[in-house]
């Protein structure tokens, strides 16, 4: 079995993050392995054709930047204290800077939640995870919520 050194743990910050840490964390603890814990902002860039400022929109992303870079820190403080782990913010379309990342970083594998879409959601938003796990060169573990009645 190939060797698991460094684990990139996807986030949303949604309720479910949390979830997706606590597996991060246990298989990091488990195996000595480093954890990359990323949070990809969007990028807004396909809206500048719909008559919004390029400046608007340059604001606005970098207010979620950095409001993302706060929650990361407080984020890897709270679920990752007793590891070896570090935060990043990125911009862009998720599944590809989620991908980019972890070919950058070479890491050994991705933990990552899915949100369980279904029907038109599905269609209309896609699925970052189902991306991320067609187009991974390492092993890719997901993270269902637990669904409610």
Request: glycine share 6%; with cysteine.
């Amino acid at each position: 079995m190939p060797a698991i050194n460094k684990i990139l743990c996807a986030v949303d910050f949604s309720s479910h993050s949390k979830d997706v840490a606590e597996h991060a964390r246990l298989f990091a603890k488990s195996l000595g392995a480093e954890v990359i814990v990323v949070y990809a902002a969007p990028s807004l860039s396909q809206y500048v054709g719909f008559h919004v400022p390029t400046a608007s929109i340059e604001t606005l992303v970098g207010e979620i930047v950095t409001g993302a870079e706060k929650t990361m820190e407080a984020f890897v403080s709270e679920n990752f204290a007793d590891i070896n782990a570090s935060g990043r913010v990125v911009t862009g379309y998720a599944a590809e800077e989620i991908l980019d990342v972890a070919e950058a970083e070479k890491v050994d594998m991705i933990i990552m939640g899915t949100h369980g879409r279904k029907g038109i959601d599905r269609i209309l938003f896609g699925s970052v995870a189902e991306k991320v796990v067609k187009s991974a060169s390492m092993p890719v573990l997901t993270i269902r919520p637990e669904i409610e009645d």
